[in-house]
T-cell receptor, first 115, second 111 residues
């Protein structure tokens, strides 16, 4: 197990296009989180899963964003009708259970640029 | 929901000096407080964490203190080295919720 894996590493898309990112967590971790990070800011929470159940979504999460974790393993984050303001680093993290009170292991992120 | 404030936003120290970064949180129910280090172009990595049943935790040159009454916690780095230069983030949460992060502190250690 090499840690949390995210693909692609970079994505450039035109405004209005849809994009999808994938995250493969550490295999024994049943919690998976999505964050967004812009330059000079801390990771901003988007949503998280425990197994296949999506337990929490940020109030800041637009309807254009949707996430899935169909079999409780990998997860996908889709952004529809991308806007320039969506340009950011999208980070995935996973953690073992314990009600989320363990440190997260982050992936290297997917850097999205909307032109 | 939880809100985490972090200060200072930038911190410059000489090699060998100590560095202190402070965070405050808003939700008194929060009981887990990790610190992450993010080097340029890399992922955030957990460096130390503390739970609400302890007031201080040390790991070699780094330590974290927690004051639940005042709702603040701090990261202390002693004998700083150039490789400590990075962005440091504090975070907080309670059981069943996701971590909420501060905006980060850019630490620069000059030799």
């Amino acid at each position: 197990d090499t840690g949390v894996s995210q693909n692609p590493r970079h994505k450039i898309t035109k405004r209005g296009q849809n994009v999808t990112f994938r995250c493969d967590p550490i295999s024994e971790h049943n919690r998976l989180y999505w964050y967004r990070q812009t330059l000079g800011q801390g990771p901003e929470f988007l949503t998280y899963f425990q197994n296949e159940a999506q337990l929490e979504k940020s109030r800041l999460l637009s309807d254009r964003f949707s996430a899935e974790r169909p079999k409780g393993s990998f997860s996908t984050l889709e952004i529809q009708r991308t806007e320039q303001g969506d340009s950011a680093m999208y980070l995935c993290a996973s953690s073992q259970d314990g009600q989320g009170l363990y440190g997260y292991t982050f992936g290297s992120g997917t850097r999205l640029t909307v032109v | 929901g939880e809100n985490v404030e972090q200060h200072p936003s930038t911190l410059s120290v000489q090699e060998g000096d100590s560095a202190v970064i402070k965070c405050t949180y808003s939700d008194s129910a929060s009981n887990y407080f990790p610190w992450y280090k993010q080097e340029l172009g890399k992922r955030p990595q957990l460096i130390i964490d503390i739970r609400s049943n302890v007031g201080e935790k040390k790991d070699q040159r780094i330590a974290v203190t927690l004051n639940k009454t005042a709702k603040h916690f701090s990261l202390h780095i002693t004998e700083t080295q150039p490789e400590d230069s990075a962005v440091y983030f504090c975070a907080a949460n309670q059981a069943g919720t996701a971590l909420i992060f501060g905006k980060g502190t850019t630490l620069s250690v000059s030799s």
